[in-house]
């Protein structure tokens, strides 16, 4: 109940309803063409479009699965078509999609701000740095394997930036406009993550119209679905946290550490491979819900 209850919780299934309305829209398309026409003179230049792409999507649907649900298809096609192998561009966009947790609004890092009860802007503002710094790990990556695999590139073409980003532009501002907003102060959290869903339903439903009004309630109990899985998750791993306070758990860790432990650095080292550890068996919502107060 205290989790669920909490003022910023609001903003989860909100900001869930935002990304589901943009995912289920042809605003994926848009992107591609917009980023293929910017990118694909360069070495590497489609997987940078379906890094940036997966990143985008997953700001605003909180889950990686769901943006390739939503553009994996696609992307996929564009790589393997262009000359890329199949393990190659199914590894590029299965990680490339988790990349967008680290930028605002992530669902986790909504979370993380409630749980470690510290600034959640602060810690929008601190996931920026690391975020681009594995953008660029994985272009170069990409551009590595369009090098040594002999990818054809595409001409740049001026002519077909322009009608592209006229097509997309609109989808493009709202990661900007969230950021603006909530980091000036403008809107609180929730009301920002209420705006995201006002803006995506005019940009969608009105403006392109690639949902159907009758559509509409579909995309709402899907995404319904999916928020509702989360908040029983955050729930239940809320009690398992409580419990493990309640048994003096991280009392007695924190002893052990502190007899076993002198280094601060053989510390962090232990602590990146634990996370490592709770990483493969649970997902990122009850990770941050468990491990973060201990």
Known sequence: YTMLSGTIIPALPLFTVAGFIISESRSGERLVRLFKALFGWLPGGLTIMAIVICAFLTTFTGASGVTILAVGGLLFYILTTAGYRKGFSTGLLT????????????????????????????????????????????????????????????????????????????????????????????????????????????????????????????????????????????SVAKGLSYYIVDVEFPTRLADWLHAAVSSKFVFLILLNLALLVVGCFMDIYSAITVVVPL
Not at 129 to 150: D, N
Not at 178 to 183: P, R
Not at 186 to 215: G, N, Q
């Open 95 to 234: 990680a490339s999609g988790s990349i967008g947790l680290l930028f605002p609004p992530s669902l986790p890092v909504i979370i993380y701000g409630v749980v470690a009860q510290v600034s959640i802007k602060e810690m929008f503002v601190g996931g920026i740095l690391p975020g681009l710094f594995m953008v660029l790990v994985l272009a170069g990556m990409g551009t590595a394997a369009s090098v040594r695999q002999k990818v054809p590139r595409t001409p740049f073409r001026p002519k077909e930036v322009l009608p592209a980003l006229r097509d997309s532009v609109l989808e493009i501002l709202l990661p900007i406009l969230v950021i603006v907003f909530y980091l000036k102060g403008v809107m609180t959290l929730v009301e920002t993550a209420a705006f995201s869903v006002l803006y995506a339903f005019v940009v969608e439903v009105i403006v392109h119209r690639d949902i159907k009004w009758r559509e509409v309630p579909r995309v709402f109990l899907q995404s319904a679905l999916i928020m509702g899985g989360v908040l029983v998750i955050l």
